[in-house]
């Protein structure tokens, strides 16, 4: 089983300039998810696509490390992430390297570890699913929520009745964390969608899914360390 670690990392960002390279406990922040994906039992081999400069050098400290030179279209505030992955998998077809399995890392969850990496692979391969997301589960059941109507009045965002709910009756609900995401390259392939109707969860606890978007989050993980 071959498994490949495709680790996307831009160069620009809105909340924290250079945020892949901003330092954290020590470290460039990308550096935790390289380290995590290399440590890792059930990952073959590891890639970071960027359109930077900078985060690819820093990337070749690491010898063991795949690197991709990502097209600036596909680096946009608006990218989507799976352009991005299909272009990696396709250069590393040229390269005549093809794997079984793919596994997203996002640089910006630096507290999840090899060891969540291989539960979550583990737990896809005892089950009958073809992809896993990495969920949390929210502090405010979105259930529960209003939504503005084109007459501007509030209104319930699924019905009127679940916001008047008690939360333990209402369907249990999760939120993707953005830290692992694992799916077979067939079924990938198929759609360009890490989502598949055979989508299971692994479920990670708030403290291992803090997400650095703003420097008010490195300072979270920091005193959490």
């Not at 690819?56 to 990218?79: G, H, T």
Request: glycine share 4%.
């Amino acid at each position: 089983m071959k498994v490949i670690a495709i680790i996307p990392a831009r160069g620009g960002s809105k909340g924290i300039p250079k945020k892949n390279l901003v330092q954290l406990l020590g470290k460039p922040l990308i550096d935790w998810t390289i380290e995590a994906a290399l440590q890792s039992t059930y990952i073959t081999e590891a890639v970071v696509t960027s359109d930077d400069d900078a985060i690819l050098e820093n990337a070749q400290k690491f010898k063991k490390v795949l690197l991709i030179d990502r097209p600036k279209e596909l680096a946009q505030d608006n990218s989507r992430t799976e352009p991005v992955l299909l272009h990696a998998l396709e250069f590393l077809k040229k390269q005549k390297k093809e794997f079984d399995y793919l596994v997203l890392l996002q640089p910006t969850s630096p507290l999840r570890t090899a060891e969540d990496i291989d539960a979550a692979f583990e737990t896809l391969l005892k089950s009958e699913a073809t992809s896993l997301i990495s969920v949390i589960k929210p502090a405010h059941h979105p259930l529960k929520s209003f939504k503005i109507n084109e007459k501007g009045f509030l209104e319930g965002l699924v019905n009127n009745e679940f916001p008047f709910m008690p939360r333990q009756v209402l369907p249990k609900v999760y939120q993707p964390n953005g830290a692992i995401y694992i799916i077979k390259i067939t079924e990938f392939l198929k759609k360009n969608t890490l989502f598949t109707n055979k989508t299971i969860n692994f479920t990670m606890s708030p403290a291992k899914s803090i997400d650095i978007d703003t420097f008010e989050d490195i300072k979270r993980v920091e005193n959490q360390c």
